[in-house]
């Protein structure tokens, strides 16, 4: 929109997140920190009220994280935070293993530069924010590090089938014990120096091992035990994780060793 003196004027919703969309983000929040926990009513008139909004923006929201997979909606008891059964958990858990795998191992082939770069920028922010004790920035993070490693995959349809069970799985991984999200970010640098470094068959094994290892510790803090399969023997296990900031240098070892031993031959 123009004014009479020739300036663009922009609409509010151009400048600023929608409400809904805040209190989108709001709900999630306390869904994947458990400060709304698995089972529990989302009676609309009191969020509202602690959110100081009218009830359309949580209607709204409420329909959003329904179809996320995190609020589950009946006749007779209205809006809950999704409460998945430990047998859905297993199964799910296992079908993002097989995929998550899979994904790294094309972004291993692939290896987008543009991509790679923006995922190593997540995991600074996540490295960052672990060493700072800032737990309560590595949900958002955890997720913005999934999204940019679907990307790195290059493949829309197996990407279409991450996003919607990392929707579907969010609860299942967001961890709140600091020792787990410290690991667990260790992790992401592994898979993304196998990434940077090509291996394929590492990266994949990194990426279902990291989905396994994050849903046992989920179905154990449940009570309820954990017998998710065990990862074949015959894939290669994990090295020793070096520090988190060592992807790159990884990566420039990896190459400078290729290129001593082409000289090599041609010798």
Known sequence: MVSKTGTV??????????LHGKVVDELRQRILTRRLLPGERLVEGR???ELGVSRNPVREAIRVLASEGLV???ARRGASVADMSMHE?????????LLEGQN???????????VIKRI????????QAVSQGRFDLLSDLNQQFHRELALA???TVLGDLLKRLRERTAILFSPTDPSQQRRAWEEHAGILRAIID???????????????????????ALDIGDDLPELDAGRPRAPQREPLKSAKASAGRSRNAAGSSGRARAR
């Open 89 to 97: 958990a297993r199964e799910t858990i296992e079908v993002r293993a």
């Open 72 to 74: 589950e909606v009946s």
């Open 47 to 49: 969020l509202a009220e």
């Open 9 to 18: 004027k922009r609409r509010l919703g151009e400048d600023t997140p929608s």
């Open 104 to 114: 790294a191992r094309l972004a291993a082939r692939r290896h987008d530069k543009e």
């Open 120 to 127: 190593e920028a997540v995991l600074d922010k996540g490295s």
């Open 198 to 220: 090509g291996d394929e068959r590492l990266a994949a094994t990194l990426a279902a091992e990291h989905v396994i290892r994050a849903g046992s510790d989920y179905l154990l």
């Open 153 to 155: 995959g290059q493949n």
